[in-house]
């Protein structure tokens, strides 16, 4: 018995291997392909192609996603905080309120606009609101504004007495008094605390956001500004 065990031919062990490989590999390919179209499955085919988000932001704010590009590498110094969107969408659709009359951000169109929401009980709002007021006056024009909308809710006559007193003299006042349009933006998740800034463009769309103060009317600010609405 042992003698016939002795004369059964040996198998070269890297024989073996390479019959293992052969073996194998071509089903860890399989699987390996397998895994790579249900992942494009999930990540693409579910959304209908991997670029419609982008040739949707193109179509529906053609204006905005030129500038956006423009303007990324100007969010920086004093402003890095700005998020530029790579692609940007429209605004949210709410109401404030100007000399007692409804508007909206579409009543701006075609016009660049800094969009920031502000509060007396607000401190950092309170610091922030001489900067605002000094780029209206430095770069406002025919196609640039900033709309500052206040959002108290109460005592209603102190936002105009708090910009009187720290002597406001480019900004038109705006106002949120009802909450509606604070609560439009909350809902929509694109504003959380204040201040918050929104940069939107000339066709509606939000090209950008700053949450929290920033120096508005610095030169980083100011060549920002410059870029996205030249004289």
């Not at 992942?39 to 500038?67: D, I, N, Q, R």
């Not at 009359?101 to 016009?111: E, I, L, S």
């Not at 959380?192 to 929104?198: A, D, E, M």
């Amino acid at each position: 018995m042992n003698d016939e065990q002795d004369e059964q031919p040996k198998v070269d062990p890297a024989r073996k291997r390479g019959v293992a490989r052969r073996l194998i590999l071509p089903q860890v390919f399989l699987v390996a392909a397998l895994v790579a179209a249900a992942l494009w499955f999930v990540l693409y085919g579910m959304k209908g192609g991997g670029s419609k988000e982008p040739t949707t932001a193109s179509m529906e704010c053609p204006a905005s996603a030129a500038l956006a590009a423009r303007l990324a590498p100007f969010a920086k110094g004093d402003i890095a905080a700005l998020a530029i969107h790579a692609h940007p969408r429209p605004m949210p659709d709410f109401q404030f309120m100007h000399d007692g009359a409804p508007t909206n951000a579409a009543a701006f169109r075609g016009h660049t606009v800094l969009l920031n929401f502000w509060a007396t009980w607000c401190v950092p709002c309170r610091e922030e609101m001489p900067a605002l007021d000094r780029l209206q006056g430095e770069a406002g024009n025919h196609s640039f504004d900033v709309v500052a909308v206040n959002i108290d809710t109460a005592r209603l006559e102190r936002p105009k007495a708090f910009l009187d007193e720290i002597g406001v003299k480019n900004l038109t006042f705006y106002s949120d008094s009802s909450g509606k349009a604070f609560q439009a933006l909350q809902q929509s998740g694109k504003l959380v605390g204040l201040p918050t800034s929104f940069l939107v463009g000339p066709d509606g769309c939000e090209i950008g956001v700053l949450a929290g103060p920033a120096k508005w009317d610095g030169a980083d600010a100011t060549a920002l500004i410059r870029a996205a609405a030249p004289n």
